[in-house]
């Protein structure tokens, strides 16, 4: 009983190249055009994917960046704010001490606290002062209420705070990006795919129907691609 030996990969190649050869010009030349716009799809996908990705890692670490920063700008506001709050407190502990003296009529004692005011509480107490309607009768309300009243550390913490939250939208906006650049990469992988499979299909309409697919996506995703912000700067510490 004879058995029949497999026919080796190389004559395949052969046969399979000289039945090419054996197709109309016009059918060869179509073949060639199609496996063309396969290579080229295959490599500007690839491209294409491999930016988003890294731009996907770029806009991950300035979403870290801005957010470490926010969380910095914060902390400095709240201790400006303990600041403010601890100058007000020893502003309101001279002042309740010269108020005290000054209702007993004690004028030594009430100047020897009105020396001790903070430069920055001077003004207000001196406009609260300048509102008295007679000798001997206090303003109404506080020195604390008027508008000359504003410690330093007031106008800091607000700033900050300010900064604060301008750093946290960059941040959630390199976050955005991000997941935008992570979207390219999903639309150039299928690119990937629709080329790839269609270098293994032998109908010709099947193949471009692929083919024509995969150029949208292409188009789709790199048009995409190039609106979103582009980070290539390199963040020296």
Not at 24 to 45: D, F, G, M, N, Q
Not at 47 to 73: D, H, I
Not at 74 to 90: F, G
Not at 216 to 225: D, F, I, K, R
Request: hydrophobic share 45%; proline share 5%; aromatic share 12%.
């Amino acid at each position: 009983m004879s058995t029949s030996s497999p026919v080796p990969h190389e004559l395949r190649k052969e046969v399979a190249d000289a039945l090419l050869h054996l197709r109309p010009a016009r059918e060869r030349k179509r073949e060639y055009l199609l496996e063309l716009i396969a290579t080229v799809l295959l490599a500007l996908a690839t491209v294409g994917s491999a930016w988003s990705a890294y731009q996907s890692t770029r806009w991950s670490g300035e979403q870290s960046f801005e957010y470490s920063k926010a969380n910095a700008l914060r902390a400095d506001a709240i201790r400006a704010a303990n600041e403010m709050a601890l100058l007000v407190e020893v502003d309101t502990s001279t002042f309740a001490n010269w108020a005290a003296a000054w209702s007993d009529g004690d004028e030594r004692r009430a100047r020897f606290f009105e020396q001790r005011f903070r430069e920055e509480f001077r003004p207000a107490f001196e406009a609260w002062r300048a509102e008295g309607l007679a000798p001997g009768i206090a303003p109404p309300d506080t020195p604390f209420t008027r508008p000359e009243y504003y410690p330093a550390p007031r106008e800091r913490s607000r700033l900050l705070n300010e900064e604060a939250a301008a750093t946290f939208d960059k941040a959630r906006q390199a976050t955005q990006n991000g997941d935008n650049f992570t979207f390219c990469v999903v639309l150039f992988a299928s690119v990937l795919f629709f080329a790839g499979v269609a270098t293994k299909l032998d109908h010709a309409s099947l193949k471009f129907s692929l083919l024509a697919l995969g150029v949208v996506m292409l188009v789709v995703g790199s048009a995409y691609m190039f609106s979103l912000p582009q980070n290539i700067g390199f963040r020296i510490q």
